[in-house]
């Protein structure tokens, strides 16, 4: 148990369905991420928020919507996704800092995803 | 942007031999880390390098950091069933400000090492 909490697990959905991904750390991080992990690709970055501000958004498609309530919860919205979207979706959180306060980034167990 | 690059893709070994993995940034680092995911699992922290030229070890593990720190590696001595799995090398951009890019960490493809018993 890293500290990081993602629900669900699996999670199975049609290219019409509107579903979420939750992500829920309590290691009083201020910086909460999401990543895209396929079969043959590195970890992509997909969002960062930082104190709840959207800091990052790699060119991700619309179809994905983060939302991050507070502090401690992260959310991706998903709608209309294709079958090449299909992977496991970690959630990570850290303590960043401008300067030497960088922490390591704590994964959650992530979401296999697969969209038919 | 910042690129990160590992190598091999895949490494098998026998039980008991060496093996290292090597990453190289297209940019100099503040800082890079290294990460373990274990088939099926997540991505689990394994240490940090902040300072040029800086080795740590743990255990049968050592990391090093280029003086240049634009590049690192992690070498494993006499690899144990239990070392299976993909390392990720990641790195923090040196110099990035606010706007976002401080809190990026750039993953590598990672390297799967499997070890024959």
């Known amino acids: 148990e890293t500290g990081v909490t993602q629900t669900p697990r699996h999670l199975v959905m049609g290219m019409t369905n509107k579903k979420s991904l939750k992500c829920e750390q309590h290691?009083?991080?201020?910086?909460m991420y999401w990543y895209k992990q396929s079969a043959k690709k590195p970890l992509e970055l997909m969002f960062v928020y930082s104190l709840e501000e959207r800091v990052e958004n790699n060119s991700v498609p619309s179809r994905f919507s983060p939302e991050c309530p507070n502090s401690s919860h992260l959310f991706l919205h998903l709608h209309t996704l294709q079958p090449e979207d299909s992977a496991l979706y970690l959630c990570?959180?850290?303590?960043?800092?401008?300067?030497?306060?960088?922490?390591?980034?704590?994964f959650g167990q992530g979401t296999r995803l697969t969209v038919v | 942007g910042q690129q990160v690059m590992q190598i091999p893709q895949y490494q098998h070994v026998q039980e008991g031999e060496d093996f290292t993995t090597y990453c190289n940034s297209s940019?100099?680092?503040?800082?890079i880390q290294w990460y373990k995911q274990r088939p099926g699992g997540h991505p689990v922290f394994l240490i940090q390098l902040v300072k040029s030229g800086e080795v740590k070890k743990q255990k049968r593990l050592t990391f090093q950091f280029g003086e240049a720190k634009k590049n690192s590696s992690l070498h494993i001595t006499a690899t144990q069933t239990t070392d299976v799995g993909t390392y990720f090398c990641?790195?923090?951009?040196?110099?990035?400000?606010?706007?976002?890019?401080?809190?990026?960490?750039?993953f590598g493809k990672g390297t799967l090492l499997t070890v024959n018993p």
């Open positions: 990570a959180s850290s303590q960043d800092g401008w300067i030497g306060g960088d922490t390591e980034a704590f």
């Open positions: 990641a790195g923090r951009e040196w110099g990035a400000n606010s706007g976002g890019s401080n809190y990026k960490l750039t």
């Open positions: 290691l009083g991080h201020n910086a």
């Open positions: 940019t100099t680092l503040s800082n």
